[in-house]
């Protein structure tokens, strides 16, 4: 089974900053890799799909890259409304990472 | 507009049955492969179960095999989880999930999530 490793767990960063997290792979998944954010109590939200690729409504301060087995999503200029649990996903079962959760600091 | 509505969850003691539904609606189900996701209380988000359009293809996770049978009416526009012989470690928020039409699109919809409790 393909295993999902997110870094950090958790990230303090302020309004403005600009964010980065990192997914690692267990193997290569070539770009099938997706990123969701989850607010508490809430569902989970698409925001990338195949590693880079935008999801409609999703703001553009969000974007992905990676291929292969590292991957990262970046939130480019970090709004109130970011703060969340972030997850990647990749397709070949469906495996999730842990989690990142971006906190105010 | 897509909706999808779970329900069912609730408390059962462990050894306990219970049966999950997911209503979908704004889209046309019979298209679509779905699927549950679950999320224990404080943790992260675990795949369950998926299966395709046509009910053709059906894949578990290992945690759950041989215990949740997943299956949908197409008819009815509803998928379903039938959870048997529940353990402690299956309490979560159970969602339902579209996968997108597309191959490169995943779970591009969520429901609000149901909560199933197992304890004695």
């Known amino acids: 089974d393909i295993q999902m490793t997110q870094s950090p767990s958790t990230l303090s960063a302020s309004v403005g900053d600009r964010v980065t997290i990192t997914c690692r792979a267990s193997?290569?998944?070539?770009?099938?890799l997706a990123w969701y954010q989850q607010k508490p109590g809430k569902a989970p939200k698409l925001l990338i799909y195949k590693a880079s690729s935008l999801e409609s409504g999703v703001p553009s301060r969000f974007s992905g890259s990676g291929s292969g087995t590292e991957f990262t999503l970046t939130i480019s200029s970090l709004q109130p409304d970011d703060f969340a649990t972030y997850y990647c996903?990749?397709?070949?079962?469906?495996?999730f990472g842990q989690g990142t959760k971006v906190e105010i600091k | 507009e897509v909706q999808l509505v779970e329900s069912g969850g609730g408390l059962v003691k462990p050894g306990g049955s219970l049966r999950l539904s997911c209503a979908a609606s704004g889209f046309t189900f019979s298209s679509y492969s779905m699927n549950w996701v679950r999320q224990a209380p404080g943790k992260g988000l675990e795949w369950v179960s998926s299966i395709s359009s046509s009910s053709s293809y059906i894949y578990y996770a290992d945690s759950v095999k041989g215990r949740f049978t997943i299956s949908r009416d197409n008819a009815k526009n509803s998928l379903y989880l039938q959870m048997n012989s529940l353990r402690a470690e299956d309490t979560a928020v159970y969602y339902c999930?579209?996968?997108?039409?597309?191959?490169?699109?995943?779970?591009?919809?969520w429901g609000q999530g149901t909560l199933v409790t197992v304890s004695s």
């Open positions: 996903q990749q397709y070949n079962g469906w495996t």
């Open positions: 999930a579209r996968e997108g039409i597309a191959a490169a699109v995943p779970f591009d919809y």
């Open positions: 193997q290569s998944i070539s770009s099938w």
